[in-house]
């Protein structure tokens, strides 16, 4: 069984995701916690995420992806925008603490001209200081594309910051097909030497999830513009490769292409019929 859903919104609520995700086929769906380009947290309906729960279990969903605001920068040079970081991530894991096995990915922030190894030393004490023994939510590392300053755009980056985290089986790694290409890894040509350049350097174990997204810029390009599937420089048959990899395959996919609840509900169906079961 394919597992895939795509990012949704809503202003109804936690379990009107779940209805959406109904809708359109997904068995799986990818959420903010919060405002993606504030800082303020939804102020929070118990009643609606007991309500979610209740409805992820009884549509027997895979996990689902809570995704950290994109303004979460556990590495800045400011003090301050650390600090928010950490404080962010600590109130959304606690929220996660009731919607348990289920994942939190974050990017893992931009370093704004400071060296790498400054920059992995802060998002790893942050990490440190917020993963707790036995708590029920999968924390993922997102591979970036390197626009800017971005911190991730390497498997030896991640690694860095694995590398220091005390609770290591807390920690994933969530692929994006756009950032991968963008990035210079090339899936299209060699899919397989990328899995094998992860699994030496990171480890297959550690990957759990798959933002799958067509790339509007050529390879090495470090842009970060999705494109709908099929329409961008992955082009489907790479993207259907990923899907059926022995080594992915089982993974949740998670659609972040530039279209609304109807246009995933055609790329759910797209690529539901193009798995080989
Ligand atoms: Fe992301
Ligand atoms: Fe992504
Ligand atoms: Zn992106």
């Known amino acids: 069984m394919l597992n895939i859903g795509s990012h949704l919104s809503s202003a109804k609520g936690f379990l009107h995701l779940g209805k959406d995700a109904l809708k359109i086929d997904a068995n799986?769906?990818?959420?903010?916690?919060?405002?993606p380009r504030g800082t303020r947290a939804k102020a929070l309906n118990q009643e609606d995420v007991d309500?979610?729960?209740?409805?992820l279990a009884k549509h027997h969903f895979a996990p689902i992806v809570a995704h950290a605001p994109y303004t979460l920068n556990p590495c800045s040079s400011n003090a301050r925008v650390r600090e928010l970081a950490?404080?962010?991530?600590?109130?959304?894991?606690?929220?996660?603490?009731?919607?348990?096995?289920?994942?939190?990915?974050?990017?893992?922030?931009?370093h704004l001209g400071q060296d790498m190894d400054t920059a992995v030393s802060f998002i790893s004490s942050m990490l440190n200081k917020e993963l707790q023994?036995?708590?029920?939510?999968?924390?993922?590392?997102?591979?970036?594309?390197?626009?800017?300053?971005?911190v991730g755009r390497t498997f030896q980056e991640l690694r860095a910051i694995i590398d220091r985290v005390d609770l290591q089986e807390q920690i994933g790694?969530?692929?994006?097909?756009?950032?991968?290409?963008?990035?210079?890894?090339?899936?299209?040509?060699?899919?397989?030497?990328?899995?094998?350049?992860?699994?030496r350097i990171i480890g297959l174990g550690y990957l759990h999830a798959f933002h799958i997204n067509d790339s509007q810029n050529p390879p090495g390009s470090r842009k970060d513009r999705h494109a709908l599937i099929g329409d961008g420089y992955i082009g489907l048959d790479t993207i259907v490769e990923i899907l059926n990899h022995p080594l992915l395959r089982h993974l949740t996919f998670i659609l972040e292409t530039p279209t609304d609840l109807d246009g995933h509900a055609d790329e759910i169906k797209l690529l539901r019929s193009l798995y080989r079961d």
């Open 133 to 150: 023994p036995g708590q029920p939510t999968m924390v993922l590392l997102e591979t970036m594309s390197g626009k800017g300053t971005e």
């Open 28 to 35: 799986t769906f990818q959420f903010f916690l919060r405002n």
């Open 86 to 110: 950490q404080e962010m991530f600590h109130d959304d894991l606690l929220l996660m603490k009731q919607l348990p096995g289920n994942y939190y990915n974050f990017h893992p922030g931009s």
């Open 51 to 55: 309500a979610l729960r209740n409805f």
């Open 173 to 199: 790694v969530c692929f994006d097909a756009c950032h991968l290409s963008d990035s210079g890894y090339d899936i299209v040509h060699n899919l397989d030497g990328v899995l094998d350049e992860f699994d």
